[in-house]
């Protein structure tokens, strides 16, 4: 079945960095644009960034636009969000998740904690 593991949160101060990592399994990774959600607490989830099935083309929340940066490996089925200059409002669980063919973000990871503390 359709796996997508994220890793790479923890605690860091503002201004700091983490680089987050999704690997995935049980589904044709290059096939599928893949993209990054977080849902801080008490807030709904909301979308970060997404990237095309090849890396060509990235696409960021205003809030993440200039500090944030997606990308991914194919060749390790892996995605990866670098996070710089990370600010106490970016404390949130993060989530990878597959894009469809139908158009909706089918597959999830079980999230990985991010806290920045000020």
């Known amino acids: 079945q359709v796996q997508l593991v994220e890793s790479g949160g923890g605690l860091v101060q503002a201004g700091g960095s983490l680089r987050l990592s999704c690997a995935a399994s049980g589904l044709t990774f290059s096939h599928h644009a893949m993209g990054w959600f977080r849902r801080a607490p008490g807030e709904e989830r909301e979308y970060v960034a997404a990237?095309?099935?090849?890396?060509?083309?990235?696409y960021y929340a205003d809030s993440v636009k200039g500090r944030f940066t997606i990308s991914r490996d194919n060749a390790k089925n892996t995605l990866y969000l670098q996070m710089n200059s990370l600010k106490p409002e970016d404390t949130a669980v993060y989530y990878c998740?597959?894009?469809?063919?139908?158009?909706?973000?089918?597959?999830w990871g079980q999230g990985t904690h991010v806290t920045v503390s000020s």
């Open positions: 990237i095309n099935w090849s890396g060509g083309s990235t």
């Open positions: 998740a597959a894009h469809q063919a139908d158009d909706s973000w089918g597959y």
